[in-house]
T-cell receptor, first 111, second 119 residues
Framework: GENVEQHPSTLSVQEGDSAVIKCTYS??????FPWYKQELGKRPQLIID?????GEKKDQRIAVTLNKTAKHFSLHITETQPEDSAVYFC??????????FGDGTTLTVKP | GAVVSQHPSRVICKSGTSVKIECRSL??????MFWYRQFPKQSLMLMAT?????????EQGVEKDKFLINHASLTLSTLTVTSAHPEDSSFYIC???????????????FGEGSRLTVL
């Protein structure tokens, strides 16, 4: 089955700095890679996603890159703000929607 | 956008009782839904894939007789935790894929989650 590894497990940055979270996956059949932000006690919220036929996608301060050959993808958050503090999960999904999640990264943005 | 509704959001029950959690797709038909479990400070772990009109597919280590899944319609899947014990206390989340035009968009929508506490 699919195996997703996510690093780092915790990340602390100063407000205004950039944050980068990296994930690797094992199953070449995975074709959809969403990133979720989860606040305590709430459901994961999709913040950005990328499909296997695209190498990079950007949405304002958030960007995701995908290296299909190396089977890794990364989340980049620029100009971080305290409200970006949360747990972020990457996932690798197949066509049917079955997803395997990384272990999560706790991001803390210090004012 | 597509919405997945989950109910109840919180439930407290006594050990040995059964609890049912519902997951509904509100504006799309979902032939497949997914049930995840999340323990505190851990990731989401897939428990089972719910298939409309057929048996659910369970992940390794998940007891199918304990976690009963029914997907009787294209918009509703239910998860019943039978004979619940304190170790079953967790955050249960369902998701469904909106097929979109032409199918295969892959985007998943999550329910609000159900926090189960077994006393």
């Amino acid at each position: 089955g699919e195996n997703v590894e996510q690093h780092p497990s915790t990340l602390s940055v100063q407000e205004g700095d950039s944050a980068v979270i990296k994930c690797t996956y094992s199953d070449s059949a995975s074709n959809y890679f969403p990133w979720y932000k989860q606040e305590l006690g709430k459901r994961p919220q999709l913040i950005i996603d990328i499909r296997s036929n695209v190498g990079e996608k950007k949405d304002q301060r958030i960007a995701v890159t995908l290296n299909k050959t190396a089977k890794h993808f990364s989340l980049h958050i620029t100009e971080t703000q305290p409200e970006d503090s949360a747990v972020y999960f990457c996932a690798a999904s197949n066509y049917a929607g079955k997803s395997t999640f990384g272990d999560g990264t706790t991001l803390t943005v210090k004012p | 956008g597509a919405v997945v509704s989950q109910h109840p959001s919180r439930v407290i029950c006594k050990s040995g009782t059964s609890v049912k959690i519902e997951c509904r797709s509100l504006d799309f038909q979902a032939t497949t839904m997914f049930w995840y479990r999340q323990f505190p400070k851990q990731s989401l772990m897939l428990m089972a894939t719910s298939n409309e009109g057929s048996k659910a597919t369970y992940e390794q280590g998940v007891e199918k007789d304990k976690f009963l899944i029914n997907h009787a319609s294209l918009t509703l899947s239910t998860l019943t935790v039978t004979s619940a014990h304190p170790e079953d206390s967790s955050f249960y989340i369902c998701s469904a894929r909106d097929p979109g035009p032409g199918g295969g968009t892959g985007e998943l929508f999550f329910g609000e989650g159900s926090r189960l506490t077994v006393l």
